[in-house]
């Protein structure tokens, strides 16, 4: 089970950090997704984090304003969002899947097992 907080209301330019808390399997090998939505579009692989490849991955759209992190200890992962503008609104949610997959596929939503609930973020002035 994955759940997903951390959300809210935020200006332009603000910063808010999402946490996403597994139960039921761990972390160690598990591959961990942020994905976004808006209605009426595709989700949109955010960011990826996992030990099985030696970086974490990010979109063009976040390069430089997003930090994945995970801690072990908490089984959670949390993805750092610095600087939001108003394309950043949507609803983000964490996903995972146990086992690897080829790098070109780890921000691609199908491939992911477990997903949380979703948690708002809405970048408004």
């Known amino acids: 089970q994955l759940q997903a907080s951390g959300g809210g209301v935020v200006q332009p330019g603000g910063s808010l950090r999402l946490s996403c808390a597994f139960s039921?399997?761990?972390?160690?090998?598990?591959?961990v997704g942020w994905f976004r939505q808006v209605p009426g579009k595709e989700r949109e692989g955010v960011s990826m984090i996992s030990r099985l490849y030696g970086n974490p991955r990010y979109a063009d759209s976040v390069k430089g304003r997003f930090t994945i992190s995970r801690d072990e200890s908490k089984n959670t992962v949390y993805l750092q969002m610095n600087n939001l503008n108003l394309e950043d609104t949507a609803t983000y949610f964490c996903a995972a899947r146990e086992g690897p997959l080829v790098w070109s596929a780890t921000l691609t939503a199908a491939h992911y097992d477990y997903w949380g609930q979703g948690t708002q973020v809405t970048v408004s002035s």
């Open positions: 039921g399997f761990t972390l160690r090998d598990a591959v």
